[in-house]
């Protein structure tokens, strides 16, 4: 078995690095730059440069990169590894529950009590993190970020890079376009066109709409 690199050295790759050891994988260590004081027992194999150094058929890499307000590092870096050949591991928490009928691309990390039901897809990168539901049939698309505790219903498209914020929900059959934000709290009861932040309840584009993430 190919051992793991991560990359990243802050929260998200702590929790990557937590789901990984539950699951017994071996972590040959992280790359950042600069040791982490949040990465106990685990050797900082230095900067992001190291990975001109990693052969791809050796190590699989972690995208221990988080997102906050914006996808976009999180992509960029999942796109940077694969251009060099490397394959971007998946991550699911063994106590998250995938049921086996949902399709799981490569890079996509599912975190801690976070529920995917069945026919649900989660496309390359897509990061579904702790507590978060996404119900039956719900596509997920590229590096989308379904943050700690959203809830998706059944049936919802959430476009590339979008972000779903913390606790937000989105109803039966909405479409989210590609990178809009939901902020945190929302609730999202009719689509949301690409490149879009929406908030409240029920969710509205905020004043500046029109910002790009
Ligand atoms: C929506 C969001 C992206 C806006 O971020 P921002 O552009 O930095 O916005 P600001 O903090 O400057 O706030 C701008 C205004 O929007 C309001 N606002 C911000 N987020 C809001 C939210 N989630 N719901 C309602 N109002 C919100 C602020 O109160 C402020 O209002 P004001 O102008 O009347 O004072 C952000 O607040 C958010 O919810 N992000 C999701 C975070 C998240 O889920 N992270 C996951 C980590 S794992």
């Given at each position: 078995?190919?051992?793991?690199?991560?990359?990243?050295?802050?929260?998200?790759?702590?929790?990557?690095?937590?789901?990984?050891?539950?699951?017994?994988?071996?972590?040959?260590?992280?790359?950042?730059?600069?040791?982490?004081?949040?990465?106990?027992?685990?050797?900082?194999?230095?900067?992001?440069?190291?990975?001109?150094?990693?052969?791809?058929?050796?190590?699989?890499?972690?995208?221990?990169?988080?997102?906050?307000?914006?996808?976009?590092?999180?992509?960029?870096?999942?796109?940077?590894?694969?251009?060099?050949?490397?394959?971007?591991?998946?991550?699911l928490h063994p106590r998250a529950f995938i049921d086996p009928g949902a399709k799981v691309a490569e890079g996509v990390q599912v975190l801690a009590g976070a529920v995917v039901n069945v026919g649900a897809e989660l496309q390359e990168g897509a990061l579904v993190n702790s507590g978060a539901i996404i119900e039956h049939d719900t596509v997920v698309g590229p590096h989308a970020h379904v943050a700690p505790g959203a809830v998706l219903a059944g049936g919802v498209r959430i476009g590339g890079g979008a972000l779903v914020g913390l606790g937000a929900r989105v109803i039966q059959g909405i479409s989210v376009g590609a990178g809009s934000v939901v902020g945190a709290g929302a609730v999202v009861v009719c689509d949301i066109p690409a490149g879009v932040t929406v908030v409240g309840v029920p969710a509205r584009p905020r004043a500046d709409e029109g910002r790009t993430q």
């Open positions: 078995m190919a051992e793991y690199v991560l990359l990243g050295g802050g929260g998200h790759a702590r929790s990557v690095l937590a789901a990984l050891r539950l699951r017994d994988l071996p972590v040959r260590g992280y790359l950042a730059p600069a040791p982490s004081t949040t990465m106990p027992g685990l050797a900082h194999l230095g900067g992001d440069e190291q990975l001109e150094l990693l052969e791809p058929g050796d190590v699989a890499i972690v995208n221990g990169l988080g997102t906050t307000e914006s996808t976009r590092a999180r992509q960029a870096l999942h796109e940077a590894v694969v251009r060099r050949g490397f394959t971007v591991a998946q991550v």
